[in-house]
């Protein structure tokens, strides 16, 4: 599954969608979606939290110089922008932050985007990821930050997608709005549902739903089950 799933699901509705973010305050996506995968007694294998923000200039240099004390922040200019990019990695906790600032020159707007990405559950109730959130929300973002989050897991027991909606309710008070299904090969197939949740600010408009969860189950030809579950919709690539 290396599409990526927001581009492959706007081409399935086609549609504009129309996304609302909520409050920074709104901090705890990425803990509530890993209950809800620990309630489906799926394995975690890779999950990702993004942060996206269009900052003002004069605040290029100050996070640039903060960014400096992390690492080494590489520079890389075009005709058209003047990128800054910097990946800071917590081997201890399997942990990557990878952080991108990019100036337009014709615009003169700053857009800074960070993904924070790691491989097992434990590493997300790690104090070096509660550190790394506290640090790009008091230090790099604002409260007009959009963050993206998204788990990946998997199982190899035979699993009724109707149990895992019922976890979902349970978990988010989620509730079903829009269903795709395609056959992704012969040996494969993949179901999107889109839902809402009242646990998060953050919403989108799709087909006159509300929605703020996405999911994507895929079965293989061994009944083995991927799920990619993220808030308010999956931007990662797996």
Known sequence: MRKLLVILSMICFGLSVTTVFGSQNDDHEIERLLDVVEQTHFEVEAWNVIYKEKIQINSLHDIIEILNKKGNVKRTETTQSIKYSLIHTQKKEHITETYEVVLSKKTQQVQATVSVEGIHSDSIRSEAFINTKQFLEKKIFTNAVQKYACIKSSSDDIIDDSKILEKLNKTLNF????????????????????????????????????????????????????????????????
């Open 175 to 238: 509730e079903a709005k829009v269903t795709q299904n395609e056959d992704i090969t012969t040996n494969m197939n993949k179901k999107l549902i889109y839902g809402y949740s009242p646990k998060w600010d953050s919403y989108f408009t799709i087909k006159g739903h509300t929605v703020n969860t996405q999911l994507a189950l895929t079965k293989d030809m061994n009944n083995r089950t991927t799920m990619i579950i993220g808030t308010p919709i999956l931007i990662s690539e797996y």
